[in-house]
């Protein structure tokens, strides 16, 4: 079992920054992707930003040059942050922790969510 425990989101005004942090505990060796979804309301759950075990990095279109996703393996810890943030970045955020082999999911965590709204 992996646990996560998120923290760093808030209210900010566009065009401004957070910085969301997620800490793994738990049996994280087989652990090989990580990332961060959103889910706004009355809207489906999408990947903002992934991170594999050997460094490859995706982000959504609609965040590429303006977040950046982060790890320090030595604090188990993920991080997100964002810049120049819009209304419509406006979500709870999904820190998750999986491991996986092509379309073979083994295993699949998810954090508590943290609020993160942007006003215009």
């Known amino acids: 079992q992996v646990q996560l425990v998120e923290s760093g989101g808030g209210l900010v005004q566009a065009g401004g920054s957070l910085r969301l942090s997620c800490a793994a505990s738990?049996?994280?060796?087989?652990?090989?992707?990580m990332g961060w979804y959103r889910q706004a309301p009355g809207k489906q759950r999408e990947l903002v930003a992934g991170i594999r075990s050997g460094g490859n990095l995706n982000y959504a279109d609609s965040v590429k040059g303006r977040f950046t996703i982060s790890r320090d393996n030595a604090k188990n810890t993920v991080y997100l942050q964002m810049n120049s943030l819009k209304p419509e970045d406006t979500a709870v955020y999904y820190c998750n922790f999986h491991e996986d082999y092509g379309l073979w999911l083994v295993s699949n965590y998810w954090g508590q969510g943290t609020q993160v709204t942007v006003s215009s």
């Open positions: 738990g049996s994280i060796f087989s652990i090989n992707g």
